[in-house]
């Protein structure tokens, strides 16, 4: 049995107790907000319109349906990839091999769903089994979490993570304890990550699109625009997928219940709210509105990917002509730090083209409410803290290079703001 790793680890997201404050927020925000874009006010502070009954939430046709997404998700994963990428190097030294055929599991899904669709599949009757969907999700995400943290029990203490080990249940149980936990070579948290979670957004969206079909004849502009943006998001992360395999995710946190239910029940039923939100509450969104919100959206992206771009090159070639002739600061660890180009300007390009883009998926939903701009609140939360949590790890990582590296470049994620 592996011991715990004892208390030198910093306790992150306020310990034990912001722990389980977390676990039983977030899927009661989750609930709150599936409650509230259907109701006619769409309130997104007070209370939800109404306390649903297990009757409401529970329905094993719901459960049966997200095993069989998994079970296929879990399928496409395992089909012949276009390449294989190696992981960072683990305390044991050994590297785990990784397909990256995400990208070919989305273009498959969709010939899949397309097949459905023709054989007249009632998509568009999704949207009304969204409750016990999410409470489906939620529930295989807590039950996964119980399993992970049995198993870890008996991982050896080289597979343990660095943080999710503090000897506190409550604690170890969100954050994760195993990082890397495997069934044979399949590894859960980079499967997970990804794919039921990213893919299971863009499907939802689309049966919100079905819908309104249904309802008013045809989608609207708005729910066109939303369906188009979120899955060039989705499209391009599963394109990039070898990149996801230096994030803190799979490199620093254990598999727990945070990323569970992040990846399966809140990516894809909190992340929708706007294709949601306009299913109940059409917008007429005129052209020049819609050119505005494509270009705030294009300025998103075109930062978002430049920079990670730009990282994800540099860290697989520093002599890629691309990058080359970006200045860098050298660290103990022999690996540089960008200076200049994206990274020069902000300590977090990414992050700022990411919220840009957020920007531009709640503008879809007009200004009338403040639900549809909930997701932009939280991505500022989730980054800011994100961006800290990094922070921390990089001065760990490179101590001195660190400090130079925030003396050169001020600012964090907002140009002389932030
Ligand atoms: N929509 C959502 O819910 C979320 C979206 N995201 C998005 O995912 C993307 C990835 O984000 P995330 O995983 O948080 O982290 P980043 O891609 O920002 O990676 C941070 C790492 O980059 C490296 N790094 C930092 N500064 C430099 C520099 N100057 N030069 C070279 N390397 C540097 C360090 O790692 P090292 O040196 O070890 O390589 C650091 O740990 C972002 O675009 C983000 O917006 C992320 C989380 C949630
Ligand atoms: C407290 C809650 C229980 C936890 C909520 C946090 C989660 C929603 C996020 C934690 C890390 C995430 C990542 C992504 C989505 C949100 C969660 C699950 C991510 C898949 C989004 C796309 C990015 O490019 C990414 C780097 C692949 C992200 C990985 C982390």
């Not at 209370?47 to 939430?57: C, D, H, K, S, V």
């Not at 294989?84 to 590297?95: F, H, I, P």
């Not at 066109?224 to 799979?250: C, K, P, R, S």
């Not at 929708?272 to 959206?297: D, E, N």
Request: proline share 7%; with cysteine.
């Amino acid at each position: 049995m592996a011991p715990p790793q004892g208390s030198r680890a910093p306790l992150e997201f306020g310990g034990p107790l912001g722990a389980a404050t977390l676990m039983l927020l977030f899927p009661a925000i989750m609930f709150h907000l599936l409650l509230a874009v259907r109701s006619g006010p769409a309130r997104l502070l007070g209370p939800p319109p109404y306390l649903p009954g297990l009757e409401t939430l529970w329905s094993p046709w719901a459960l049966l349906l997200c095993f069989t997404w998994l079970g296929l998700q879990a399928a496409l994963y395992l089909l012949p990839a276009r390449n294989v990428a190696e992981g960072r190097e683990l305390k044991d030294k050994k590297r785990l091999r990784y397909p990256i055929n995400a990208f070919q599991a989305l273009v498959l899904t969709a010939l899949l769903v397309g097949l459905a669709l023709l054989a007249g599949l009632p998509l568009g009757k999704l949207p009304e089994m969204f409750l016990p969907l999410a409470f489906a999700a939620t529930l295989i995400a807590f039950v996964g979490s119980v399993l992970l943290y049995l198993k870890a029990l008996v991982a050896p203490a080289s597979a343990l993570a660095p943080g999710g080990n503090s000897g506190n249940a409550v604690y170890d149980f969100f954050l994760g304890r195993e990082l890397n936990p495997l069934i044979c070579s399949f590894d859960l948290k980079f499967f997970c990550e990804l794919r039921p979670g990213l893919i299971g957004w863009v499907l939802i969206n689309l049966t919100l699109m079905i819908k309104e079909a249904e309802l008013r004849g045809s989608p609207s502009l708005a729910m066109w625009l939303v369906n188009g943006f979120q899955l060039l998001y989705v499209g391009d992360i599963l394109w990039h997928e070898e990149a996801l395999l230096t994030t803190m995710d799979i490199v620093h946190n254990g598999f727990g219940f945070m990323l569970a239910f992040g990846d399966l029940a809140w990516v894809p039923f909190a992340y929708s709210l706007q294709a949601q939100f306009l299913l109940y509450h059409p917008q007429s969104l005129g052209f020049p509105m819609a050119s505005v919100i494509c270009l705030i959206k294009a300025v998103g992206y075109y930062i978002f990917r430049g920079a990670n771009s730009q990282k994800n090159i540099f860290r697989k070639n520093p002599s890629d002509p691309r990058v080359a002739d970006l200045e860098t600061i050298p660290t103990a660890t022999g690996r540089q730090l960008l200076v200049s180009g994206w990274w020069g300007m902000i300590r977090h390009p990414n992050y700022l083209g990411d919220l840009i883009m957020a920007l531009a998926w709640s503008l879809l939903c007009g200004v009338s409410h403040l639900l549809p701009y909930f997701y932009l609140l939280y991505l500022i939360t989730l980054l800011v803290h994100r961006e800290a949590r990094d922070e921390q790890q990089c001065l760990q990582k490179y101590g001195l290079a660190w400090q130079e590296y925030c003396r050169r470049v001020r600012y964090r994620i907002v140009p002389y703001i932030y």
